[in-house]
């Protein structure tokens, strides 16, 4: 089987407000759609805030793992967390 993942970073993103950063990445995907692997063509973003001292979950953890959930990949599949 020829199976292999990637992560695209899109570092021209960092400092942006999400609009600029959301348009961006639709115009990538639209310049190279045959590096994403979409459903239908369409882009699901998942925006969440960076927690603050006053959040209720402030010290918790988040663990990314493989989609058997057995394994810590990382956001990268490296393993960070």
């Given at each position: 089987?020829?199976?292999?993942?990637?992560?695209?970073?899109f570092e021209e993103c960092v400092g942006k407000h999400i609009d600029d950063c959301r348009a961006f990445i639709e115009a990538e995907v639209a310049r190279?759609?045959?590096?994403?692997?979409?459903?239908?063509?369409?882009?699901?973003?998942?925006?969440?805030?960076?927690?603050n001292q006053n959040s209720p979950d402030y010290y918790m953890v988040g663990l990314r793992t493989n989609?058997?959930?057995t394994h810590v990949t990382g956001i990268l599949g490296d393993g960070m967390v």
């Open positions: 089987r020829a199976l292999f993942t990637y992560s695209v970073v190279n759609p045959g590096i994403f692997a979409l459903d239908g063509g369409n882009i699901n973003f998942d925006v969440t805030p960076v927690r989609q058997e959930e």
